[in-house]
């Protein structure tokens, strides 16, 4: 599995719910967080300012994209010939409401032998508490990088979108 974003608030849960579920897991992200994302479990990872994904000559069986903005194409030619793309995040994606990866996937999808999807997060009850248990038993341990009180949320959300954030930034109440 590669997981685009690794070090990031979703990615550091997405590298290790699949170690903890077997895969094999190659991390992206920047420098300054390699070491972060080994430390949580990938196997490998690609420092994406000196190296590019597609330099690799393997094909990964899923990949998981929370950051940048690499195109579908780009996307499905890491795969493997029957492998699943989910596109997490849409800032980075283009146009109309920075969706257009997304909604190029969906449409391209039922074409090809690849699955190409999106994610919108919706809690269920039996998630929950699979990850309760993970948590408690320590095979996920959250990534905090910073607490915030709630005055200072504004800056927060600025230091979330400079790409500062190793994990979670999580607010006090
Ligand atoms: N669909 C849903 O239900 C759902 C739920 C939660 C979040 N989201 C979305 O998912 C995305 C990720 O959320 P997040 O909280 O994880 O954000 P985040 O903490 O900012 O993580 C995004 C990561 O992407 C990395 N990144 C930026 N450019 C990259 C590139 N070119 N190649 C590889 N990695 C790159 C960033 O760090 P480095 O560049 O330093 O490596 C950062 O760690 C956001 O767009 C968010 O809105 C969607």
Redesign the pocket.
């Given at each position: 599995m590669l997981v685009?974003?690794a070090?990031?608030?979703?990615?550091t849960f997405a590298v290790q719910l699949a170690t903890a579920s077997g895969a094999t897991v190659t991390g992206?992200?920047?420098t300054?967080?390699v070491d972060l994302v080994r430390s949580i479990g990938a196997h490998d990872v690609i420092d994406?300012t000196r190296e590019d994904i597609a330099d690799r000559p393997c094909r990964y069986d899923v990949v998981i994209d929370?950051?940048?903005?690499r195109s579908v194409g780009q996307l499905r030619a890491a795969l493997t010939s029957t492998g699943t793309i989910v596109i997490?995040?849409?800032?980075?994606g283009g146009q109309v409401l920075g969706l257009s990866r997304q909604l190029q996937a969906i449409a391209l999808s039922p074409f090809v032998r690849q699955r190409l999807g999106v994610?919108?997060?919706s809690p269920r009850r039996t998630d929950l508490e699979l990850l309760a248990v993970m948590l408690a038993d320590g095979r996920v341990v959250p990534v905090v990088d910073r607490r915030f009180t709630l005055d200072e949320v504004p800056e927060a959300i600025r230091h979330?979108r400079a790409?500062r954030?190793r994990g979670k930034v999580v607010i006090v109440v």
């Open positions: 685009i974003g070090g990031g608030g979703v990615g992206v992200c920047s300054s967080k994406y929370t950051g940048g903005d997490v995040g849409g800032e980075g994610v919108f997060s979330l790409g954030a």
